[in-house]
T-cell receptor
């Protein structure tokens, strides 16, 4: 069964600091996909990134970067030079490529607060 | 243009009532989902539909019945509401029924059962 663990329940950092959100996953499948979603205070869920299990390249998008390591089953998310607008709950999620059961399993989320 | 829309945004009702939440997507996607987010922010899938057919039913009480009149709509009807049903319900859609496709979420419906 698939499982996603986000051990950090809440993180607070001062604006402009870097912050890393941890995500550890469990799956028996060799083909799977990892996602990060952002849920700002307004409540909607915003897709940030998808990574497939065969692509361990790290990705950078502006101030955001993702580190995928299969050896440790982790898919961590780093925000560089954080801004107040980054304050949100961030969810890591996993989807296994099981035909007929391609569901997203979410972690419990990390609430990030950026202090001005 | 809103991609995935839900109505109503807020729903306050008494225990025992029956209520419906509507969801529509204009993205041309084949697959739609319902998720429940509890007070601790935990998100869990309830149902998924692909081209109007039920694909996933995650051990949800029979009081919850999804209905998909066409692939752009997935409504959620809840009978005999209970206090524990209070949550935010999110509708989502994806291009196809595939683990690869990212899901696009609606704004959520906050249901409060008194």
């Amino acid at each position: 069964a698939q499982k996603v663990t986000q051990a950090q329940t809440e993180i607070s950092v001062v604006e402009k600091e870097d912050v890393t959100l941890d995500c550890v996953y469990e799956t028996r499948d060799t083909t799977y996909y990892l996602f990060w979603y952002k849920q700002p205070p307004s409540g909607e869920l915003v897709f940030l990134i998808r990574r497939n299990s065969f692509d361990e390249q790290n990705e950078i998008s502006g101030r955001y970067s993702w580190n995928f390591q299969k050896s440790t089953s982790s898919f961590n998310f780093t925000i560089t030079a954080s801004q107040v607008v980054d304050s949100a709950v961030y969810f890591c999620a996993l989807s296994e490529a099981n035909f007929g059961n391609e569901k997203l399993t979410f972690g419990t989320g990390t609430r990030l607060t950026i202090i001005p | 243009d809103t991609a995935v829309s839900q109505t109503p945004k807020y729903l306050v009702t008494q225990m025992g009532n029956d209520k419906s939440i509507k969801c529509e997507q204009n993205l041309g996607h084949d697959t739609m989902y319902w998720y429940k987010q509890d007070s601790k922010k935990f998100l869990k899938i309830m149902f998924s539909y692909n081209n109007k057919e039920l694909i996933i039913n995650e051990t949800v009480p029979n009081r919850f019945s999804p209905k998909s009149p066409d692939k752009a709509h997935l409504n959620l009807h809840i009978n005999s509401l209970e206090l524990g049903d209070s949550a935010v319900y999110f509708c989502a859609s994806s291009l196809r029924e595939s683990a690869y496709n990212e899901q696009f979420f609606g704004p959520g419906t906050r249901l409060t059962v008194l």
